[in-house]
């Protein structure tokens, strides 16, 4: 019962401080600020994207008098594709300042397309959003430490400290209950917002209960930290300039020394080599025998190795044939430059264990799905659905079927290749 | 007051200054700090050299190589060339090894082709392994986001500590004037900062050898100044305002975890909200239908080319197109290339225009934060900002239309019209469609250099002047406040 007592006693103690409660409050509106900015920001994403599919499909059937053939119709006709931002992006944005979520694309080389980067204002990219899981990775952390670094070195200039150590009975559980109540204080501030908004947004409950769990791991930690170093023997402005240092090792040095060595270590084939290379071999091919672009083609196609050329001076067949053997040609480049960017993502995953708040976003983030991983899987599906266009037309091409619009019905959707 | 009291009074503030100094020679914190910065902002200041060094080097090896590609392409159709297209390298400012700026985030390579606008491919950040935004740790960012640090960890005890010790009373008994201690301190501070800002003279030098005006870099120099001076200031007043040092402590690295950190991204998320930009692909289908009433410049029969042929049979004074001296499908092509260029600029333009005002409503937020006025005036001098990124879109546009049309005009003038609609005929009418090779040279050799000066400062300007009424309010808080400093 005194226990309870002195829970009590500690809560009053808390809510009667005025710092204490300034910090509350701070990051209280801090997360409501970062949540709702988060949400509005995920309503645009989606308005956006559906006025794009809207507007789309409107050019698609102003542009529907150009198709004259299958191949024409390859041609004109742009699809549209899209990453919708998930259920908990309105906490954690991450990648989708700097990697387009947005393609639009048609039967041509891929390779040529996908590079192409729709991603708005760099300035904004560059300074960075005020999202939640910088707000939880970065700031709190710092909120934390004003909260507990003079736990004792306050009371002790108050010269309270060995009045409430005696009258405490046990002075380690004492401190560890006030210490204890700020943090408890803090978290709520901090997830309350959070919690709500996901409320709101039909946030899958497993997510929000995970993210909780992360920040209260993360919070721990720094709580844990901030509780060994203020119970050290010197004055309050050593502790606190030493819990500073902490932070901008672990938020700043370590994770830029980091990044240098990952792109140091992991070497990327660069991106113009890549466009190169597309570029030469789809225009090479105007210049070289039809033959020896349809052979490198069929290699890999061997299913319409049974077509017949036309003969005319134009050939979609060939045309579409070239723009699949540039594709190819790249293929090794393109894959280098993904998989090397994975790995690169990959270490870095490892490296945050030693640098918490570069830790604790990206793990939000891929909560999220708004990391590297999640950009890459979304070009994947836009390599995907590049393929089922070009299944869709292949055998119309190369079983030389007489066009028909009303087939272009059926065109595959990118949604389908999302399900 | 006599030249005398006033020697005086410049000795005390020195006295002052000097104690300061002292003080802090014998503070571990303060030369722990101090040395931490110094090593921070030398080893940044070498490894962005270096990145950037070989940054500019490759871009620029990349460039010479898409010149001379160009330029080897043997004899074709010029139209083939007008599609084989080029490529431009954005290379780095030389102060980039300073403040990269919008460098990492943006695209660093464009393929230019005949009909489109194609985006800037390739920026760093996509391809970098992603350790958090503060990962992207430049010389600028250490003199914006820790030399306010450093100076708050080494100033903060100023006035305050003499408050602590009772050291206040002796020194007004002594004679010495509120306004003559805290003129000491800041002098003490002061000439600090002076010392922190000497790793920016060696960036500065280097960037002078790769051939930037000794005035941008004086200004650079006066306007981070001009920042560390607002913190000495504050660091100050907060260090006036209170009694208790450790109170003085929790509230500095209050303001600056706000002012650096917090309140920049919130101008973000308020910018992005209230000042929205569509996007390419929304701007290039809003294009689409402005484009159709243009014309297919493949195509001379084209309605839309009409009046064009008219004119074309009037000025020469023949019948038919195949009467004509010139390629009549090289006329077409260069009128549908410029009046596609000119629709294709107006939307650009439209774009750019609305991303540089929300990266001036942005800017405006410095009045909230001196943070966000000293990173817009960095990278504005810096030739890192969006204005040269823009500069860079421009460029690469006029490079672009003046091969096409470079190549249209081969097309019309060397090419015959005959060969050319025969070209599809058989092989040897396909070996006739096309011109020496000697026309590719209209592709000029390029290197993106920064704007003149002026244009730097007229964009720096409302930022300059954002960040000079910080310190002149603060200041004059800080005169004002001189009063507080009582025992």
Known sequence: ?419 | MTTLSSIKLIKKIWLIAANEWQYWLRSHLSLGATGIFLVLILTTSFLTTAHMDSENHLRSHQQSEAEETFLSQPDRHPHRMVHYGHYLFRTPAPLAIFDPGLDPVTGQAIFLEGHHQNSVMFAESTASADLGGLSWLNPALVYQLFAPLVLLLVGHSSVVREREAAGLLPLLALGISPHTLVFGKALALLLFSLLLLIPLLISSTMAFMSGESSMTLLLLFLNYAIYIAIWVVLTLLVSIAFTKRSTVLAAMTGLWFSFSLVLPSIAVSITADTVPVAGKIETDLAMLSSLRKLGDGHNANDPAFQQLRADVLKKYNVERIEDLPVNFRGIVAMEGEQKLTKVLNEFANLRMAAELSQTEHLADYGWLTPMLAITVISRTLAGTDLAHYHRFQREAEAVRLAFVQGLNRAHIETLSYEDDINRNKNEDAWQRARVDAANWQVLDAFQFNTASLTERINSASPSIRILLAWLIALLGLLLWSCKRVMP
């Open chain 1, 1 to 419: 019962m005194s226990y309870f007592n002195a829970l009590i006693r500690e809560v009053k103690f808390t809510a009667h401080d005025r710092s204490v409660r300034l910090w509350f409050a701070l990051i209280f509106i801090l997360s409501t600020i970062a949540v709702g900015f988060g949400l509005i920001e995920v309503e645009r994403q989606n308005t956006t994207i559906n006025a794009l599919i809207k507007t789309n499909q409107q050019e698609r059937i102003l542009e529907s008098e150009k198709l004259k053939d299958w191949g024409s119709s390859a041609y004109y006709n742009f699809h549209l594709t899209y990453d919708r931002p998930s259920d908990f992006a309105y906490a954690a944005m991450g990648q989708r300042d700097v990697q387009p979520w947005k393609h639009r694309i048609r039967l041509l080389a891929l390779e040529s397309q996908i590079y192409e980067r729709d991603v708005g204002n760099p300035s904004i990219a560059l300074v960075g959003r005020f999202d939640f899981a910088f707000l939880a990775a970065f700031i709190m952390p710092l909120v934390l430490i004003m909260l507990l670094y003079d736990l004792k070195t306050s009371e002790k200039a108050a010269g309270r400290h060995h009045l409430l150590e005696a009258t405490a009975g046990r002075p380690f559980s004492f401190w560890f209950l006030r210490a204890a109540i700020r943090v408890a204080g803090l978290f709520l501030c901090l997830i309350v917002p959070l919690i709500v908004t996901g409320i709101m947004a039909e946030t899958a409950i497993s997510t929000l209960l995970l993210a909780c769990l992360f920040i209260f791991a993360y919070i721990l930690f720094w709580a844990a930290l901030c509780f060994i170093i203020s119970a050290w023997q010197k004055p309050g402005s050593l502790i606190l300039m030493t819990l500073i240092a902490i932070w901008v090792s672990t938020s700043v040095i370590l994770p830029a020394g980091a990044r240098l060595m990952i792109d140091q270590s992991v070497s990327l084939p660069s991106g113009s080599d890549i466009l190169m290379l597309q570029r030469e071999t789809v225009n090479d091919a105007w210049d070289l025998p039809r033959e020896v672009t349809m052979e490198a083609f069929f290699e890999h196609h061997p299913e319409w190795s049974s077509y017949e050329p036309i003969k005319s001076s134009f050939e979609w067949q060939w045309y579409y044939a070239f723009q699949q053997v540039g594709d190819q040609q790249t293929e090794p480049l393109s894959t280098a430059y993904q998989e090397g960017r994975l790995r690169r993502n990959g270490i870095a995953t490892w490296v945050s264990l030693i640098a918490p708040p570069s830790l604790l976003e990206r793990t939000l983030q891929s909560l999220a799905n708004t990391d590297l991983k999640a950009s890459i899987r979304y070009e994947k599906e836009v390599r995907a659905y590049h393929a089922a266009l070009r299944a869709f037309y292949y055998p119309k091409f190369f079983h030389n079927e007489p066009f028909d619009a009303a087939l272009l019905e059926k065109l595959p959707t990118f949604e389908s290749i999302l399900h």
